[in-house]
């Protein structure tokens, strides 16, 4: 679902909205693309708060109230000392995010800028509107992106070997059975899709230095559709097996199926809530815990990003982007035959890239030694 929004976002970016909604929303293609993104939002939130119904959660007596500073400290706590498999699980993360942030945020002005720089008629680099042009190409781009990872999404569970497979029996057709007997044997795991999905993200990310054509920084962009498809589904799903893993430990089997009925005396009362919470297993609280803390791996990333991002900008490009330039002061005025700022901070997303690879390399391996 999440690829198809981004599809019809990224078409809906590639019309000239101040030309088919005049200015009445908006006088630049920008500001138009963020009041429909704001109307998208609130439908879709609501739609989703009218739809979907929770449990309520109701306080336990029994327990004292956890300050802020408590629950603080047992996520510190916690995230000092994950278990090795979470641990490489949230060490990938960090450093795919590293390198997945540039991308998603600056990939549809680079391809702009590239056109820009190599591919535009004189007349269009002294657009009125630069930087909605630059926004409808990268949109176009980023459209055939979108539809690749949708692609990925649909087709890539398909031939990849999913962490539980080998705990049920396949029954194919039997006009297939053959087929399929000799492609399981050669079927890629999930764990080492992740790594293929890593470096080949990788690999495109070190190309862009070099991209000095609107085509070929396309083709850059949607080569990363299929690691982002898998980047998007690795991470929860072995997350998710572990707290599972973790939540049956942590649970305490009762030996009767059936327990007998108590008295209704107080202590009797407390035994039974007792046995109660016992078979009740720690899965909800570990899950919000657990993915909190690879939320926050994927939060810090961002900063560190933005951090990045600031130094090149500031020495490669400083004011404004040379695309972009032409109505400001001239000190601002810079030249084009240097390297693209946002072309280096995606170069060196691509190097923590290399890093997320390798740390998936370990997770393959805790994995392998578990079994």
Not at 23 to 42: D, E
Not at 152 to 167: H, M, R, S, V
Not at 342 to 362: D, E, K, P, Q, S
């Amino acid at each position: 679902m999440g690829s198809i929004g981004n599809v019809i976002g990224y078409i809906i970016g590639t019309l000239d909205l101040v030309t088919l909604f005049g200015t009445t929303f908006g006088a630049t293609q920008f500001k138009q693309l963020t009041l429909l993104a704001g109307f998208a939002l609130i439908a879709t939130v609501s739609v989703t708060s009218w739809a979907v119904t929770e449990r309520v959660l109701l306080p336990d007596e029994s327990k004292e109230d956890d300050g802020l500073g408590k629950i603080v400290k047992e996520i510190y706590q916690t995230t000092m000392n994950l278990p090795p498999r979470i641990q490489a699980i949230c060490n990938i993360q960090l450093w795919s995010w590293i390198g997945f942030f540039p991308f998603l945020f600056y990939s549809s002005q680079w391809i702009g800028e590239v056109y820009f720089r190599f591919d535009a008629p004189h007349d269009v680099k002294h657009s009125k509107d630069a930087l909605g042009d630059i926004g409808r190409i990268g949109s176009f781009a980023l459209s055939i992106f979108s539809c690749i990872t949708f692609a990925g999404a649909f087709f890539l569970p398909l031939i990849i070997k999913a962490p539980d497979e080998e705990t049920f029996t396949a029954r194919p057709p039997e006009a297939l059975a053959g087929f399929i007997s000799v492609y399981n044997k050669y079927k890629p795991d999930l764990v080492t899709s992740w790594i293929w999905g890593n470096s080949l993200f990788a690999f495109a990310m070190l190309l862009t230095p070099f991209a000095h054509s609107f085509r070929f920084a396309t083709f850059l962009v949607c080569l990363c559709g299929l690691p982002w498809a898998v980047a998007s589904w690795a991470p929860g799903t072995y997350l998710g097996m572990e707290v599972q893993a973790l939540s049956a430990a942590h649970s305490i089997p009762l030996t009767n199926t059936k327990r007998p009925k108590l008295t209704s005396t107080p202590s009797s009362a407390a035994l039974e809530k007792e046995l109660d919470s016992s078979s009740s297993s720690p899965s909800g609280e570990l899950s919000g815990l657990y993915f909190g803390i690879l939320n926050i791996y994927t939060t810090i990333p961002q900063f560190i990003g933005t951090f990045i991002s600031m130094i090149v900008f500031a020495v490669l490009e400083p004011g404004k982007s040379p695309e972009l330039a032409h109505d400001a002061h001239p000190s601002e005025h810079h030249g084009t035959d240097g390297p693209n700022a946002i072309a280096v901070c995606m170069f060196i997303g691509g190097l923590c890239c290399i890093g997320a690879a390798r740390a998936t390399g370990t997770l393959r391996d805790l994995i392998h030694a578990a079994r």
